[in-house]
């Protein structure tokens, strides 16, 4: 047995986690969760929003254009953080 299943209880990994899936039994890990996400927002700013829109929001945060893509970003990565409190879990009986 590697640290890996040292550190499951029935196959569920107890780290933090995002995603469960109750069916196969796996977890997507927060931290990957909050990359994708920011990494979306990021393509999203690219490749949808048109410059006078990009404008609009840097001005609205009082930012540069390239600061603003990245402050949309982190708060889009940071928007799952919210995973860490116990009411995102209240409906998995496991942790109750």
């Not at 890990?29 to 929003?49: G, I, K, Q, S, Y």
Request: aromatic share 10%; net charge negative; proline share 1%.
């Amino acid at each position: 047995m590697g640290a890996v299943e040292d550190a499951r209880l029935r196959g569920i990994d107890l780290g933090v986690w995002a995603e469960f899936d109750a069916v196969t039994w796996t977890s997507y890990p927060l931290l990957f969760r909050m990359l994708h996400d920011a990494a979306v927002a990021a393509v999203l700013w690219d490749r949808f929003l048109s410059s006078s829109q990009r404008a609009v929001i840097a001005e609205g945060l009082g930012v540069g254009e390239e600061q603003a893509r990245s402050l949309t970003a982190l708060l889009a990565g940071l928007r799952e953080l919210g995973k860490l409190s116990r009411s995102a879990y209240v409906h998995f009986d496991l942790f109750l």
